[in-house]
T-cell receptor, first 113, second 113 residues
Framework: GENVEQHPSTLSVQEGDSAVIKCTYSDSASNYFPWYKQELGKGPQLIIDIRSNVGEKKDQRIAVTLNKTAKHFSLHITETQPEDSAVYFCAALYTGTASKLTFGTGTRLQVTL | DTAVSQTPKYLVTQMGNDKSIKCEQNLGHDTMYWYKQDSKKFLKIMFSYNNKELIINETVPNRFSPKSPDKAHLNLHINSLELGDSAVYFC????????????FGPGTRLLVL
């Protein structure tokens, strides 16, 4: 099965700085990589995703890059704001007999003033 | 206009009791999931149903029994609750075969005393 590793587990940045979260996956058959943001007391919310036929995707201050050869993908948040503070999860979709989303262990991002 | 809803939001109960959590989605999706998030925030899939048929059943104790009366509903019944069942349980839904983005509910916080 798929295994997704995520680093760092915690990340503290000053407002306005950039934040980068990195993930690696094990199964080369995985072809869909979403990123979720989970605020305190809420469910995970999709913020951006990327398919394996694309190397980079941007949405305003958020971007995701994918290196299929190395099985790495990363989330980049620029010009961080206090409301970006949350737990971020990467995930990889393994489409075997049944599609299964495997999550990374999460990164707690703290944006300080 | 909540997309994925769960009830109850909080559940506090004694060891040995039986309890149920309900989930409903109004997105028209054909696939629904149950995830467990432990105290370390690790998200792990438990079950997945596609068109009311069980397609993913991870190594979950058989005290947990999902039921899908129709495509829009997926319930989780837990028998003989144990202390280790304390966690946040998330329901999610997606449309199989398309982008397969999973949309999560707000979670049910279960505390077993």
């Amino acid at each position: 099965g798929e295994n997704v590793e995520q680093h760092p587990s915690t990340l503290s940045v000053q407002e306005g700085d950039s934040a980068v979260i990195k993930c690696t996956y094990s199964d080369s058959a995985s072809n869909y990589f979403p990123w979720y943001k989970q605020e305190l007391g809420k469910g995970p919310q999709l913020i951006i995703d990327i398919r394996s036929n694309v190397g980079e995707k941007k949405d305003q201050r958020i971007a995701v890059t994918l290196n299929k050869t190395a099985k790495h993908f990363s989330l980049h948040i620029t010009e961080t704001q206090p409301e970006d503070s949350a737990v971020y999860f990467c995930a990889a979709l393994y489409t075997g007999t049944a599609s299964k989303l495997t999550f990374g262990t999460g990164t707690r991002l703290q944006v300080t003033l | 206009d909540t997309a994925v809803s769960q009830t109850p939001k909080y559940l506090v109960t004694q060891m040995g009791n039986d309890k149920s959590i309900k989930c409903e989605q109004n997105l028209g999706h054909d696939t629904m999931y149950w995830y467990k998030q432990d105290s370390k925030k690790f998200l792990k899939i438990m079950f997945s149903y596609n068109n009311k048929e069980l397609i993913i059943n991870e190594t979950v104790p058989n005290r947990f029994s999902p039921k899908s009366p129709d495509k829009a509903h997926l319930n989780l019944h837990i028998n003989s609750l144990e202390l280790g069942d304390s966690a946040v349980y998330f329901c999610a839904s997606s449309q199989f075969g398309s982008k397969e983005t999973q949309y999560f509910g707000p979670g049910t916080r279960l505390l077993v005393l």
